[in-house]
């Protein structure tokens, strides 16, 4: 026997929820097979198109919170700072962490974050920031601490140093949290930053062994060399090669005018605070590459478990000129299956096209035991995605999983896009920077989901297919199975985050089930509809077309 009812949704612009309940049991509708991963429509982290928005950095969360800093900087005013923002549904609505972005006198050079703890008591995001002082022409280096879960988000000064008038060229932050490095006592939480000096310049690394407090302060000198730029950090533990390791890697140019160079490796020797081994020639590994590289990005296996070396396998990727030709990129890299206590280093070859690729990215998915990366496309436009497991059983086979992950191709100059993986839904986050028509940039986000087919959701006993038809102009259907009584959340945003009209409560039974819902007095475009219980959470892209 059927169940009818319908719920009226006061949303602004007026739409009906007509809920159709079948308290029959059914067999399941899912069609077989695993639809193939895409994304949805580029959402923007923040609508302020005045604001100039640069060097994005993200994060995420093991309960699924993303979260996103990029430097803030206004030449005209002389006033510039650090946003940081949170998402709490994986990137679709954004709300300040941070309520005093600008300084007087200011431009913010760098910024990085990285996201510690698993679990809410611990949970915390660190941001490390580098400002140059117009007036006193010095540069501070300064780590905040933000702790989401308080209803404030003012942060805790957890590391700060001024320098002399020389500048800090890059900066670069990383943690052991996720997975305590076995053998240290206690979490830790490292710092890399680039003092450029008057004859040399000095890599400084600080850390912490101070769970409690959580206050950087033991720090050394990594290298001193001229000319130092570009810096990357990761953290590295396996099961059995448990020691706990940083991984550090950064450019090394033969003069102030060069464009490209060496970049080197280092690593710690023992654990997280102890001293670092010997730089290492990336291009020596490979003398094809000569001195002709750039842009750097490191990560490491930290998941605890082994690959098939019983190690951790760590992977740096970088930008390489094609036949000496600097307009013409590709992406190369090394991995290394002992990387917390070798040099043994391997190349492959991730993008080489007669497209011009670059400003890679990569991270590690210890969900699913695989490396990421996304880098920038500038002959198509397109913000490419791939993968490769940690195993590199085929170096240089990576699975691109999308080529074009941003919709928008023309808006971009320097979109330096940036992966992490979000630990709830297992699904890869990106973020990048387009250029605004004021030329100011804007910051961009994407996630990975499945549009077609049906989505599992077992620990809640509930199976929600996607909207048909899908652009819709009246009305879309959404298929449920559940095997208990549900009650469900559904909320509605457009793609600047703004939430359109207010939630509403949806309750299930048993068997299965469908939504109606009618889409006529939307206006046409793009929605993005979260579904969401006490321990399931479903997003979806809405199109409405008139």
């Not at 612009?13 to 429509?41: H, K, V």
């Not at 407090?213 to 001229?226: E, F, I």
């Not at 910051?443 to 087919?453: A, M, Q, S």
Request: aromatic letters at 10%; hydrophobic letters at 35%.
């Amino acid at each position: 026997m059927k169940k009818t009812f319908t719920l009226f949704a006061s949303l602004s612009c007026m739409f009906l929820l007509g809920i159709t309940t079948s308290r029959a049991q059914s067999s399941s509708t899912s069609q077989g097979g695993n639809p193939a991963p895409q994304f949805m429509t580029d959402i923007t982290v923040e609508a302020n198109m005045f604001a100039n928005q640069r060097h994005v950095r993200i994060g995420a969360a093991f309960n699924g919170w993303v979260f996103a800093a990029y430097l803030v900087n206004d030449s005209v005013s002389q006033k510039g700072g650090v946003v940081v923002r949170y998402s709490k549904n994986g990137g679709i609505n954004w709300l300040p962490m941070n309520s005093y972005p600008y300084y007087d006198h200011s431009i913010y050079t760098n910024c990085d974050l990285t996201i510690v703890g698993k679990d809410s008591t611990n949970l915390a995001v660190f941001v490390g920031m580098s400002r140059e002082d117009l007036i006193t022409k010095k540069y501070e280096v300064e780590v905040l601490k933000y702790t989401p879960y308080h209803t404030a988000f003012p942060p805790t000064v957890t590391y700060f140093q001024q320098l002399d008038t020389n500048k800090v060229m890059d900066l670069a932050l990383t943690n052991d949290y996720k997975t305590p490095a076995t053998g240290d006592l206690t979490y830790g939480l490292g710092l890399l930053y680039d003092h450029h000096g008057p004859v040399t310049d000095s890599l400084i690394f600080v850390t912490t062994k101070m769970k409690s407090s959580n206050l950087l302060g033991k720090s050394r000198v990594l290298a001193t060399a001229p000319h130092l730029r570009k810096i990357t950090l990761a953290f590295s533990s396996s099961q059995t090669a448990h020691k706990g390791t940083y991984l550090a890697a950064w450019e090394s140019l033969d003069s102030t005018k060069s464009v490209f160079g060496h970049i080197m490796l280092s690593r710690t020797v023992l654990r997280t605070d102890s001293v670092w081994t010997t730089p290492t020639f990336v291009d020596s590994l490979n003398p094809s590459f000569g001195d002709m590289l750039r842009s750097p990005s490191l990560a490491a296996q930290y998941n605890n478990n082994d690959n098939d070396s019983t190690n951790a396998t760590g992977v740096i990727v970088f930008e390489a000129p094609r036949n000496g030709h600097a307009d013409s990129l590709d992406i190369l890299g090394f991995y290394n299956k002992r990387c917390d206590s070798t040099d043994f280093w391997n190349s492959f070859t991730l993008a080489a096209s007669t497209d011009n690729e670059k400003q890679p990215n990569v991270n590690f998915d210890a969900s699913n035991n695989q490396f990421l990366v996304t880098y920038y496309d500038s002959t198509t436009g397109g913000i490419s995605y791939a993968t490769q497991l940690e195993l590199f059983t085929t170096p240089s086979s990576w699975t691109t999983v999308n080529a074009h992950c941003n919709d928008n191709t023309a808006n971009l100059k320097a979109p330096w896009p940036r992966v992490v993986i979000n630990p709830l839904s297992k699904k890869a986050f990106l973020a990048w920077v387009i250029e605004a028509t004021n030329k100011n940039g804007v910051v961009k986000c994407d996630g990975e989901y499945l549009f077609t087919g049906i989505e599992e959701a077992v620990a809640s006993g509930l199976s929600i297919s996607m909207p048909y038809p899908n652009p819709a102009s009246s009305q879309v259907l959404i298929s449920l199975q559940s095997t208990q009584q549900t009650d469900l959340r559904l909320s509605l945003y457009n793609l600047l985050g703004e939430q359109v009209g207010n939630d509403q409560k949806i309750h299930l039974v048993g068997g299965e089930q469908q939504i109606a819902l009618s889409v006529n007095e939307l206006a046409s475009g793009v929605y993005i509809c979260s579904m969401e219980s006490e321990n399931f959470k479903k997003t979806f892209r809405l199109v409405v077309q008139h």
